[in-house]
């Protein structure tokens, strides 16, 4: 709706307006709300909020929410050369996430010869089903 957008008409960008839901006469309060994440178990940024993804589902816990996980595949299928150019992206993504989140990263898997990058099987999750985290 565009009542709930604040737009800059020089620049024509748009974001939502802030606490737009109380203006519709919704409480501020989360009790009983779910909330769906949705994520790939091997996205760099994804590790980088972990922290407050734990800190989400326990609020979720406490207010009487629910907390579901989707899980996707950011590289189904994979497919990337592994060589020396695509390891340095990757090295330096996660550097750049682990510098911006404080979330650490190891580096063992860039020593590999052979690797598929394919995050379709990290969609399967725990065995038993539980989530990531």
Known sequence: ???DLNCDEETGLCSPAPLAYQQHGA???SKGVEVIYIGDPM????WGISKHLFKLRAYQKATQG????????L????G???DDKFKGYLRHHWDQVNKTSGQPFGSKLLD??????DTEPSVSGHSDGTPPF
């Open 43 to 46: 996205c760099s940024w994804c």
């Open 80 to 82: 990337d050369a592994w």
């Open 66 to 73: 629910t907390f579901k996980i989707v899980v996707g595949g």
């Open 112 to 117: 590999r010869d052979h690797f598929n990058y």
């Open 27 to 29: 409480s501020n309060t």
């Open 1 to 3: 709706m565009k009542e």
């Open 75 to 78: 590289r189904p299928g994979g």
